[in-house]
């Protein structure tokens, strides 16, 4: 395997070294101003590779898995010279639970099915309101990931991802009103007439312009508007910021930082 390879070659100098390969195969779809902008398909490729040479980390990443994979090494062996104390090891392998990211149906949809959902998805806005400007985005994603470890980690991954979104602007006079919906993940079964209902939902509640006299209001926030409620915690919680000391977070592990009512769960395999 590639990746073993890698780090096979950065071992020769590295006290550690951990390498991660990306293929991925991309069809996107979209419209602009309600006509058809965009239907191709690419492959991307690339590779990164992270080492650790006396206790410091370097880093170096490559698309070109053909011919730069002694290039990618050595950059990332001379980063090393300049990079910031190692505070860690790479992991070894380990037992984790399975998590289904791959659809087989995603694999068959065509670029013809994808041009023929953001068309109906279009229609569906201009048959609520010709005036609408429509933007509409259908993508098909199927990746593969290669990893490996100085310290015996290595693994293949597969995953698949398909996401479609609609949404439009409505101008009138000096009044510029947008609204859209979207939905994506790893399966090909997204009611994609349903997205273009939402957003169609989303202009008729929107758009009677009223006014309002200055003072406290209440304030509903809707289901999407939750990520910028929890924006503070998602900063909070990233690692990179704990390390640093720049999370609020820092030093807070065990103790009490909400209302015992505040329940936040991440589980990609909920029972």
Request: one cysteine or more.
């Amino acid at each position: 395997m590639l990746a073993s390879k890698i780090v096979e070659k950065a071992m020769r100098k590295a006290q550690g070294a951990q390498v991660s390969i990306d293929i991925s195969d991309v069809t996107e779809v979209s419209y602009e101003h309600d006509r058809l902008k965009k239907a191709n398909s690419s492959q991307k490729s690339t590779c990164v590779l992270k080492v650790i040479v006396n206790e410091k980390v370097g880093t170096s990443r490559t698309t070109d898995l053909n011919g730069d994979i002694d290039g990618v090494v050595d950059r990332a062996l001379d980063a090393a010279a300049f990079g910031s104390k190692a505070h860690f090891v790479f992991p070894g392998p380990s037992d984790a639970k399975e998590v289904k990211i791959y659809d087989d149906a995603v694999l068959s949809v065509s670029r013809e099915e994808m041009v023929d959902v953001g068309r109906n998805m279009v229609d569906v806005i201009k048959d609520y309101n010709k005036d609408i400007l429509v933007y509409a985005g259908v993508e098909k994603r199927v990746s593969t990931r290669f990893f490996a470890n100085s310290a015996g980690a290595a693994f293949k991954e597969e995953r698949t991802g398909y996401s479609v979104r609609v949404g439009g602007e409505l101008v009138r006079g000096t009044d510029i009103l947008w609204a859209g919906h979207g939905f994506g993940w790893c399966k090909r079964d997204i009611a994609h007439e349903t997205i273009a209902l939402k957003a169609v939902d989303l202009f008729r509640k929107a758009e009677r312009i009223v006014s309002v006299n200055s003072g406290e209001m209440p304030v509903i926030f809707m289901p999407e508007g939750v990520i910028v409620i929890f924006l503070a915690l998602q900063l909070g919680f990233n690692g990179k910021n704990v390390f640093l000391g720049s999370s609020p977070l820092k030093n807070k592990l065990r103790k009490k930082i909400a209302d015992e009512r505040i329940c936040i769960k991440d589980d990609p395999m909920p029972s």
